[in-house]
């Protein structure tokens, strides 16, 4: 038997305009070679729509393709599909390495969102609701987050129109210009706050990996622990893959080719310690 590569890669966002991928077949030169595949994520968008029949039909088309393609892959919750499986986080080498979506950094979900200040409400109420003596934990928490996030509607992202898109997209995430703000300190605090979070829920962990606020890196944190964005199929940063391999964890970027997307260059390399 062939030695263990597990890949793990977020925020596909497959179907939505602003995603690179048109096509589940571009991802497969991804999934080749790999003993296994983790979808950290927000795949694609199963919240509320109107059109409820291409909601279903992108699911399907989803777990048809991936269910055949003869590696074992698995998806990971995100806030826009909360609730395409039951499994929100996953560990691996012993409990040394966390992944998890992200969004249950914030206490908004989504800080640069219009409808932040109600996110936050209906999360506040959701937490108060686990049980008082902390039996819930970690799981609770996520799950929470998860019950939360299934109660808001899309917005840009169902929209088919182009350039209906491009203004619904302006109006839900940069207009007016001080949301621009929210977005930049998002990105500037999801370290910090994920290797807290880490801290906190997972101590044995010294790696966690996330996705959710689009801005791939690599931080090795005071704490010691190393935090890794693998960053997402959207513009304008672009996606890295995370690779677990015996000992090592190594991070690359995703290059296209030919309209396939390709493990690439290291980026960062770390042993198991």
Known sequence: MGA??????????YADRSSRVRSLGQLRPLIDGATSFVFNGDTLDTRPDRDTARIAAMRREVLDFFGAVGTP?????GNHDPDLSSQHALEFAQGRIL???????????????????????????????????????????LSAFRSVAATIPQAHQSERDPLRFAIRLAGDTVWPPHRALSILRAWREAPGRAASFTSKHRPKARFVMIGHTHKPGVWRMPSGIVVINTGSFCRPFGAMV????????????????????????????????
């Open 242 to 273: 995370a690779e677990i391999s015996g000992d090592r964890i190594r991070v690359r970027r995703v290059v296209s080719r030919r309209g396939e997307f390709h493990p690439g260059p290291s980026v960062a390399e770390f042993p198991l310690p």
């Open 4 to 13: 263990q590569l597990i890949r793990i890669v977020s925020d596909v966002h």
């Open 99 to 141: 992944v998890t979506h992200g969004d249950v950094l914030f206490d908004n979900i989504v800080p640069w969102s219009k409808d932040a200040a109600s996110i936050r409400r209906k999360v506040i109420a959701a937490l108060a609701a686990l049980p008082e003596d902390g039996s819930g934990g970690f799981e609770g928490r």
């Open 73 to 77: 892959v698995s998806f990971l919750t």
